[in-house]
């Protein structure tokens, strides 16, 4: 409709990025399309502007194949995990500079998201973000599946039923388990 009458349709006069390059370079941690935007731009000063690449870039993945989409019935599973980021933060006494790791647990369903932070990845940092988890949730979902990073060499994640939801734990049946 608006194209130029010396061009054909379907032709674009800019100089394309590798979008299979873009699509695998967004999945690294912390980038962003406006990253990979400012290495296009410098490397191509009269190349697309921000929103038409980002434009292109979805019509892009449109032509992909779809995504598994997985059904999760409310209140069954949650995922839990380090993030396997360590986060810096400052002893205000001190003014000392320490790192934690990241705890993060999301109900499948609703994508209702919690996260703490724990000193270490040590066995009663594990319990203790559970426990704080299972206070947030209200509750304790039937299954947890812990989503394992690729650097731990497993390809499944584990899923296990809750140590608290086990008949029998003393002091543990106080949180109750939530229901469909």
């Known amino acids: 409709m608006f194209a130029r009458a010396s061009t054909r349709a379907g032709q674009r006069h800019r100089v394309e990025p590798d979008w299979a390059l873009v699509a695998r370079e967004l999945k690294r ?4 399309l406006q990253i990979l935007w400012d290495e296009y731009r410098a490397s191509h000063p009269d190349g697309y502007g921000y929103s038409r690449f980002c434009d292109l870039f979805r019509e892009f993945e449109h032509r992909l194949s779809p995504v598994m989409r997985q059904h999760h019935v409310a209140g069954e599973k949650a995922f839990v995990d380090y993030s396997g980021k360590r986060v810096p933060i400052v002893d205000p006494r ?17 994508n209702l998201t919690f996260a703490t932070l724990t000193a270490t990845q040590k066995l009663h ?37 809750p ?16 229901r469909r």
């Open 29 to 32: 941690p912390a980038m962003s």
């Open 94 to 110: 001190t003014g000392e500079i320490g790192e934690v790791e990241l705890f993060v647990g999301v109900l499948g369903a609703s």
């Open 125 to 161: 940092d594990w319990i203790g973000a559970h426990v704080r988890l299972f206070v947030f949730l209200g509750g304790v979902p039937i299954r947890l599946r812990r989503v394992l990073r690729r650097a731990q060499g497993r390809r499944r994640p584990a899923v296990h039923p």
């Open 163 to 178: 140590l608290v939801a086990r008949p029998g734990r003393r002091g543990l049946h106080a949180v109750r388990q939530l």
